[in-house]
């Protein structure tokens, strides 16, 4: 069976074409001749009604009566009551052969004549007749046609609408393979265009100008289909890299924390065995310090581990709550109050009015903990750290300035990195480090959209981050 579009088309044109053929064929065979001898009968009735009208005796000098129906193929045969000539078609130089004709057509079938008009048909004939009376005498009229001809010029039409259906049906295939081309050939072009699209990765578009609307309407659709499948193809490529991406820094992450333990766990542990070793009392009190020391450190970097976990994971608890940015950083500067008086420095808070943002204050705050730990173990002995909130058009700013060194350019994208340890601003300090604060930052600053960043400013460092104020912005990443 044929599947095309176009083989189908051919196919429905030429049956179509062809059933129209034969029906006409044979509606002519089957009652054209019947159609044709039944208005000749109505002819032929007519006719006679006008002779009746008319003075029969003139139409040897005028035939005008009877010549629009001589025209019509009919012949006229009338005689008066002695059967003499009145009138006989083209026989009126021929006195012998008209007499013939009134005495075979009318004095043999004179009892089948009367004032009422009647008809008959032969297999050779139609015919009408009757009789009129006219000046006190009787006028015998005989009308007919001959079938020979009439059946002969039907023989010639049959043959002719035969050729004529036969060229017809040829000239309709030859047509309908020309208008199925040019139908599908815009489709087969646009088939082979989305193929050529779907093996080239959908990153080509099929031609939208074609020759028909509605075959542009489908290539249009057929675009809006691609540049679908385009998209959901970049989002799922991209859900893929995030997934992979973050698969990678879990690995990363765990491998770096286990080694990071190892340190503290193994100084924990060879100092209980030296607790259990020595008998010096004060030896064994700086011991357990130092455990302890070193627990706090374990300590704090779960909790840190905790908070990057969290902001990667997308975590469902994730709540967000509208903040003044002011009370937050106050709040959090509270806890350094012991350690920013133990190495005399001095602390300098620049707050603006109505800082408000929608955020997760627990870890934004642990975000600018960070900040302050850091700027606190990199600043000068008896130094100054200044923190400002700044109410700005579209966001709020924290910044956590230090006169600490300078950040050298070459590792201001790798300070930001997990456990990136080296020591880039050597100094002194009390204050432990897990090693991976200003990575949480990076983390709680793109969970909610927003950015960070330092800059080297003449006597110092200032780290900043920026929290946009509308939550529309970054909801959707939480």
């Given amino acids: 069976m044929i599947k095309t579009i176009r083989g189908q ?12 053929t034969v029906t006409i064929f044979s509606v002519f065979a089957l009652f054209a001749d019947d159609y044709y001898y039944s208005k000749k009968k109505s002819l032929i009735h007519e006719a006679f009604n006008q002779l009746k009208k008319a003075d029969i005796l003139t139409l040897d000098k005028d035939n005008k009566i009877v010549s629009q129906y001589e025209d019509e193929r009919l012949t006229f045969i009338i005689c008066n009551s002695s059967f003499e000539r009145v009138y006989v078609t083209k026989m009126e130089k021929k006195p012998i052969d008209a007499q013939t004709r009134i005495a075979v057509d009318i004095v043999a079938n004179l009892r089948s004549f009367s004032y009422k008009y009647k008809s008959k048909e032969t297999p050779k004939r139609i015919a009408g007749y009757g009789m009129k009376l006219q000046d006190d005498e009787d006028y015998y009229i005989y009308i ?20 004529v259906g036969a060229f017809v049906l040829v000239a309709g295939i030859l047509i309908s393979l020309y208008i199925s081309r040019r139908i599908t050939r815009p ?20 031609e939208t100008k074609q020759e028909f609307r509605e075959v542009d309407s489908l290539a249009n659709s057929i675009n809006n289909m691609l540049e679908q499948i385009r998209k959901q193809m970049t989002d799922l490529q991209d859900e893929l890299s995030t997934q992979t991406q973050a698969e990678e820094e879990r690995r990363v992450f765990i491998n770096n924390v286990s080694h990071e333990l190892k340190t503290p766990l193994a100084v924990i542990s060879s100092q209980i065995e030296m607790i259990n070793m020595i008998d010096d009392e004060e030896k064994r009190k700086e011991y357990i310090k130092s455990i302890t020391e070193e627990a706090e450190k374990m300590t704090d970097m779960i909790n840190d581990m905790i908070v990057m976990y969290a902001t990667k994971s997308n975590e469902k608890d994730f709540s967000l709550e509208k903040t003044d940015m002011a009370d937050l950083v106050c709040d959090t500067l509270g806890g350094y109050e012991g350690i920013i008086n133990e190495k005399n420095l001095e602390l300098v808070q620049e707050y603006d009015e109505d800082c408000y943002a929608i955020v997760n204050k627990r870890y934004v705050s642990q975000a600018i903990s960070n900040y302050i730990s850091n700027a606190i173990k990199h600043c000068k002995d008896e ?35 997990m456990f990136y340890s080296k020591d880039i601003r050597p100094r002194e300090h009390k204050l432990k480090s897990s090693g991976i604060g200003l990575s949480i930052v990076k983390s709680v600053m793109e969970v909610h959209n927003g950015d960070y960043g330092f800059d080297n400013i003449e006597g110092g460092v200032v780290f900043w981050l920026e929290i946009p104020k509308n939550v529309n912005e970054y909801a959707n990443n939480t």
């Fill in 9 to 20: 088309m051919v196919i429905l044109m030429t049956l179509t074409i062809l059933v129209l």
């Fill in 144 to 163: 007919y046609e001959n079938k020979e001809a009439t059946e002969i010029f039907f023989t010639y039409y049959r043959w002719f609408f035969f050729v």
């Fill in 187 to 206: 489709i087969v072009k646009i088939e082979k265009a989305a193929s050529k699209a779907v093996s080239s990765g959908y990153s080509l578009n099929v």
């Fill in 383 to 417: 130094g100054t750290i200044t923190v400002r909130v700044r109410n700005d058009i579209e966001q709020i700013r924290v910044e956590v300035e230090n006169d600490g060194e300078h950040i050298p350019d070459d590792v201001k994208d790798k300070i930001w990195e």
